[in-house]
């Protein structure tokens, strides 16, 4: 529920303190909105190498195509599986070839996509330590040998949750959580400030973004209501959505 008033929205956006926080901020001050950089997750490489041997590799995410590449490590022979348009657009970058690319952009969307071409097949996937075993599952159950490589942990900065300060005083208008991380992040951040509760009203009162379904259902999970959930899981879609609605 917005009430931004005719004022400049407070939007706070939760990316990792990189290229992309700054292009969040970016767009939300082109949208005319007031950003409100709030990063809930820090990237921890592992080290770890994707293996080479499968005849399908499933990626997830910008950051574990970019760490695999800086390795040396590429596809390979095996058909690449990207889960979103931005995830296809890191490997093309790297100078992989992405052969599917899924209708919906979630692990869900993922499975759908290979189901009927993986029996019997090895499939890498390459992703973060808090991946979905929708997922992993979903191949499995599609007759395919599943082989995960943790590419990097995920965790919450130190000093993250100045956005929990302005729900809980009531001066966040707007919260755009892009992924399931985050809304867990953002809730436990409210708890050591000893504020989750004047925080959850507070963001009862904001326009609540979800980037795409798994994110919202994980904010339902939580008590959280979501009132916009683009069409396109794209940040510059979740952005221009819960603005024009705050």
Same mark, same amino acid.
């Given at each position: 529920?917005?009430?931004?008033? %005719?004022?400049?929205?407070?939007?706070?956006?939760?990316?990792p303190?990189?290229?992309? &926080?700054?292009?969040?901020?970016?767009?939300l001050d082109?949208?005319g *909105?007031?950003?409100?950089?709030d990063?809930?997750?820090a990237?921890d490489?592992?080290?770890? &190498?994707?293996?080479?041997?499968?005849a399908?590799?499933?990626?997830?995410?910008?950051?574990?195509?970019? !760490?695999?590449?800086? +390795?040396?490590w590429?596809?390979?022979?095996? =058909?690449?599986?990207?889960?979103?348009?931005?995830?296809?657009?890191?490997c093309?970058?790297? %100078? #992989?070839?992405?052969?599917?690319v899924?209708?919906? $952009?979630t +692990?869900?969307?993922?499975?759908?996509?290979?189901?009927?071409?993986?029996?019997?097949?090895?499939?890498?996937v390459? =992703? +973060?330590?808090?991946?979905?075993?929708?997922?992993?599952?979903?191949?499995?159950?599609?007759?395919?040998?599943?082989?995960?490589?943790?590419? $990097?942990?995920?965790t =919450?900065?130190? %000093?993250? %949750?100045?956005?929990?300060?302005?729900?809980?005083?009531?001066?966040?208008?707007?919260?755009?959580?892009?992924?399931?991380?985050?809304?867990?992040h #953002? !809730?436990?951040?409210? =708890?050591?400030?000893?504020?989750? +509760?004047?925080?959850?009203?507070?963001?009862?009162?904001?326009?609540?973004? @979800?980037?795409?379904?798994?994110?919202?259902?994980?904010?339902?999970?939580?008590? &959280?209501?979501?009132?916009?959930?683009?069409?396109?899981?794209?940040?510059? @879609?979740?952005?221009?959505?819960? &603005?024009?609605? *705050?």
């Amino acid at each position: 529920m917005g009430r931004g008033g %005719g004022r400049a929205v407070n939007a706070a956006v939760f990316r990792p303190d990189d290229d992309r &926080i700054a292009d969040a901020v970016a767009l939300l001050d082109d949208l005319g *909105a007031v950003p409100v950089p709030d990063p809930m997750l820090a990237v921890d490489p592992t080290g770890a &190498i994707p293996r080479g041997d499968g005849a399908v590799v499933v990626v997830t995410s910008k950051t574990g195509v970019e !760490l695999a590449a800086d +390795s040396g490590w590429t596809p390979g022979g095996g =058909r690449l599986a990207a889960i979103g348009p931005a995830t296809a657009d890191a490997c093309r970058e790297a %100078g #992989w070839t992405v052969d599917v690319v899924p209708e919906e $952009y979630t +692990s869900a969307g993922l499975v759908a996509a290979l189901d009927g071409d993986i029996d019997g097949a090895r499939v890498e996937v390459a =992703r +973060s330590d808090h991946g979905s075993a929708v997922l992993t599952d979903g191949l499995a159950e599609a007759g395919a040998y599943v082989h995960e490589t943790v590419l $990097y942990a995920l965790t =919450r900065p130190a %000093g993250a %949750g100045d956005s929990t300060e302005l729900a809980a005083a009531g001066d966040l208008d707007a919260a755009l959580f892009t992924s399931s991380l985050t809304v867990e992040h #953002w !809730l436990a951040a409210a =708890r050591e400030r000893g504020i989750e +509760s004047a925080a959850r009203e507070g963001l009862a009162d904001a326009t609540v973004g @979800a980037i795409g379904p798994p994110t919202a259902e994980t904010a339902a999970d939580h008590g &959280i209501s979501v009132d916009v959930v683009p069409d396109d899981a794209g940040f510059e @879609a979740l952005a221009r959505a819960t &603005i024009e609605d *705050a």
